[in-house]
């Protein structure tokens, strides 16, 4: 842009920014929203309208910048300035009275004041601010060094980007996680399309932090609970754990409402024994308490022992059974033609959600525990684990169960069904069962894939009805009439969802990888994928052998893959797509001007890297357009410095070769 900006134009920036951080903050932390969205929607409008006008105004943490940036290879690694610790656990009230005593002897007291707050079931997070602005997010690793998700992070509405009226350096570490409803609506559809489903919310939110493209985890509805510090400089911390938390609410943050003082051990008790009876009323999963030293400096005095801290210990709950009876058994068919058995339960609410159904897995698994239709059975949730059946109450039985056989026939399409031998998986041989062809074109147009928006399940079973649609390539040769002439739609419905399906040929490449359902290809490995070969064409034409050299992908994922796109059906589905006019836009980490970002510069290592293999160095060069040498020699223009590093060090010195720290290479390739 050639326009000057003028002091008034930063000004009303920076107006707009704050408002807007006003909004966010009353509507995601706060709970209590001051304007409605169109109002929200005209502001976020202009200072986009501004940014793209000025770009040079344009700062990494604006409100427009949430969702902007690029995807990434590899999380690069964090060292914590202060450890992250990890909780001991106590289960009975025997174990928190020794606790609490231990605690009071080492501090040589009578008795402590206790702080209790809830323990969130996701993913602990350490988020970093200079001079008041994010700097960096990463997870707890191991305590010591943990992952960089800066960008996944930032895209957590509840995360401010910037705090007001701090200038120092702040970090604070809280807990990512996934409320209930989106937990449960992910789930069962996973549970019909015969994927494992997550164990907990806990995996949801950790899987959801590390996607490599922050534009995934920003489909998924992420919060966060701050409930404590890390490194402080420059400011003067509230010397006890209450106190703490207001002030990092103060800050900004979002801190949750469910804190108590406690004096005495009894009063812990009583907290934890309400919030057992009353979790199930929460939006998002508690699996215990955490019961902390209330005194910040008694928790510095007693410190840690090994990763654990002295000062705090987390009481969980105890797991939770129910009976209930097992009315039936279905059968879902999966993408892939898998025939997934799940148990149709009479419902019951176990931890504070209503159950009318559980996976069996296979046949196998029901085979072995000896489940009947028919049975009582035993389900049980344990911390907040999904229920699963633990066995059938054989006292029960009448005489009146039935024991449960796979059918021979798929029940969507009636085809003979095939088990091959080593697996326990019965599959529908035929690739256009309707049951598989609709759960395929769901896919196909779910968020982490192309993400057509009004493209449900219902829209798609008429589709298959009308036969306008046999798989996902045939999406995109849909013409307005033809939807219009479908059930419940009108020419203005039509146009809309026709536009919408055309704005998708411009899908990248990973998500539409993503989208063709290959068995074992989730949203990482496809987007690894993409990243390796850059292109649709090359990884069609890419051999057993070369996808087993590309890392993180194995001989199981290989083989998956040439299976599919060697048969005829792929190989249609791809042609369609072509000829529809689907870009299978590859964007790699190319900097601003086209050029990669170590375009022509020669590499080499020694030593061990402490954040990845050799393997993984040599192709992160490569994909960054530079080359690799075995020995240092004229042409190299970096040596990167692992580990107990060799003789190499000698000859870069004499040849004046740049020597840096594997830190400093992820910085580089990261554009730093
Ligand atoms: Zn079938």
Redesign the pocket.
């Known amino acids: 842009m050639g326009l000057v900006e003028t002091p008034s134009v930063e000004k009303r920036i920076n107006i707009l920014r704050e408002e807007i951080n006003q909004h966010n903050h009353l509507y995601y932390v706060l709970d209590s929203p001051s304007v409605s969205d169109d109002e929200y929607d005209l502001l976020m409008r202009e200072l986009i309208d501004l940014e793209t006008n000025y770009p040079n105004l344009i700062v990494s943490h604006s409100p427009t910048q949430r969702v902007g940036a690029q995807p990434a290879s590899h999380f690069p690694s964090v060292i914590h300035s202060e450890p992250m610790l990890s909780l001991a656990n106590a289960f009975s009230r025997q174990e928190m009275t020794a606790w609490y005593e231990r605690v009071c002897r080492s501090l040589e007291v009578d008795h402590v004041a206790l702080v209790c707050e809830l323990k969130i079931d996701g993913l602990a997070i350490s988020i970093n601010y200079q001079q008041g602005i994010l700097s960096f997010a990463a997870t707890r690793g191991n305590g010591r060094q943990g992952e960089d998700v800066t960008g996944n992070v930032k895209t957590i509405r509840s995360v401010p980007l910037s705090l007001k009226g701090v200038s120092d350096v702040i970090e604070v570490r809280g807990e990512v996680y996934i409320p209930k409803t989106a937990f449960n609506e992910l789930n069962e559809q996973r549970v019909k399309e015969g994927e494992i489903p997550y164990a907990n919310t806990r995996n949801i939110a950790a899987g959801s932090l590390r996607q490599l493209d922050p534009s995934v985890t920003a489909t998924r509805p992420l919060n966060i609970f701050v409930y404590g510090i890390g490194e402080v400089a420059g400011l003067t911390v509230p010397d006890n754990q209450l106190d703490m938390l207001r002030w990092l609410a103060v800050m900004g943050f979002k801190i949750n409402e469910h804190i108590q003082w406690c004096n005495t051990i009894e009063e812990v008790e009583l907290f934890h024994q309400r919030w057992e009876q009353q979790k199930n009323e929460l939006e998002y999963n508690i699996d215990g308490i955490v019961v902390k030293v209330a005194d910040l400096n008694h928790q510095r005095t007693l410190g840690f022992v090994g990763r654990e801290p002295r000062w705090a210990i987390a009481y969980k709950f105890p797991a939770e059974r129910v009976i209930t009876k097992l009315l039936n058994i279905g059968i879902g068919?999966g993408r892939t033609?898998s025939l997934n058995p799940y148990a149709i339960l009479e419902p019951i609410t176990v931890g504070g959600a209503k159950i009318s159904m559980a996976t069996l897995h296979n046949i196998d698994y029901i085979q072995e525990k000896d489940i009947r239709i028919g049975d009582w059975v035993l389900l049980e949730r344990s911390g907040d684990v999904i229920p699963k059946i633990i066995k059938s109450l054989e006292d029960r039985r009448l005489g009146s169960e039935k024991k449960f056989e796979m059918p021979d026939s798929?029940p969507?399409?009636?085809?003979p069904t095939v088990r091959i031998s080593g697996e326990v998986v019965v599959r529908?041989p035929?690739p256009m069962?309707?049951?598989?062809v609709i759960r395929k074109l769901i896919h196909f147009a779910s968020k982490g894939a192309t993400d057509i928006q009004g493209l449900g399940e219902k829209i798609l079973e008429k589709l298959i009805e009308a036969n306008l649609v046999e798989d996902v390539g045939d999406l995109f040769y849909l013409t307005v009439d033809q939807i219009e002439a479908l059930d419940g739609f009108q020419q203005k419905s039509s146009m809309k969802l026709y536009k919408e399906i055309q704005s998708k040929k411009d899908t990248p490449l990973h998500k539409i990888l993503y989208g063709l359902g290959i068995m074992h290809v989730g949203e990482e490995t496809a987007f690894i994928l993409s990243e390796h070969f850059g292109s649709m064409d090359a990884i069609v034409a890419a051999s057993e052998l070369e996808l087993n050299t590309v890392p993180m992908i194995g001989p199981k994922i290989s083989t998956s893959i040439k299976e599919f796109f060697l048969d005829s059906e792929a190989k249609t589905v791809i042609t369609k797509l072509q000829n529809a006019g689907v870009t299978f836009r590859y964007q790699s980490q190319r900097s601003g001007g086209g050029k990669l970002i170590f375009d022509g510069d020669d590499f080499a290592v020694t030593g061990t890297l402490s954040t990845m293999t050799r393997l993984e160095f040599e192709d992160l060069v490569r994909k960054a357009g530079g080359t690799i040498s075995k020995t240092v020699g004229r042409k190299t223009k970096y040596l990167v410095l692992g580990e107990d590093p060799g003789s190499k060090i000698i000859k870069a010195q004499e040849l004046g070769v740049l020597q840096i720290s594997e830190e400093e290479f992820l910085a580089k390739l990261s554009g730093i």
Request: charged share 10%.
């Open positions: 068919v033609g798929c969507e399409c009636s085809q529908c035929n069962c309707s049951g598989q």
